[in-house]
């Protein structure tokens, strides 16, 4: 027997005695995701392509651990991501980041998103209050989006209250720090497998 959560409650699947400890357990009647069996007796999600999700870091995020270390925190970007893609480990998604300072280059990789990716974790930073190309981009695209921002931008100066893409996105989160993209990523999974 192996037992997991859904949703946060208990759920129970019974696992033929003919199988061996490698062979996949499908869920199909219960619509939840198939699970690998793994030698320990423990269930892990298995990881697909149609489960992928982008996150983007938009201009001076590779900047992280060195610029305002008040504000941003003293995490790199390199460590954010490390941590993101053990999360989507965890979680049976595959985590794929991007980071420009460019304008452009943010949009031609959401024009790329479509139909590749599941869902988007955002966090503009200085265009969130300018792009109406990243909006627009964004907008082309019908999957989940969460906005991120790693200060909480009401607390601030009052250009950065602005957000282009507030009204189009499935939720917000912002003042958590780093730990901002993890929340990200957990509802964004949460929000895919309630539509699954």
């Known amino acids: 027997m192996i037992a997991f959560f859904l949703m946060n409650r208990p759920l129970t699947l019974l696992a033929r005695q003919t199988r061996t400890d490698a062979d996949i357990l499908s869920a199909d009647y219960l619509r939840v995701s198939t699970v690998k069996i793994r030698k320990e007796g423990k269930a892990m999600p298995e990881k697909s392509h149609h489960k992928k999700i982008l996150v983007i870091h938009g201009p001076n995020l590779n900047m992280l651990g060195k610029r305002e270390t008040h504000i941003y925190g003293h995490e790199s970007l390199a460590e954010i991501d490390a941590r993101l893609q053990e999360k989507g480990e965890e979680l049976g998604v595959d985590v794929e980041t991007f980071q420009s300072n460019h304008e452009g280059a943010i949009v031609d990789k959401i024009q790329q998103a479509a139909g590749s990716v599941r869902g988007i974790v955002i966090n503009p930073a200085a265009y969130t209050h ?57 509802g964004l999974v949460g929000v895919l497998s309630r539509s699954a």
């Open 130 to 186: 300018t792009s109406v190309a990243i909006r627009d981009a964004l907008v082309m695209l019908d999957i989940p989006l969460v906005e991120v921002h790693l200060s909480n931008i009401y607390r601030r100066e009052p250009f950065r209250h602005q957000s282009m893409i507030a009204d189009i996105v499935t939720a917000r989160i912002a003042g958590f720090g780093s730990h901002g993209y993890t929340l990200a990523l957990e």
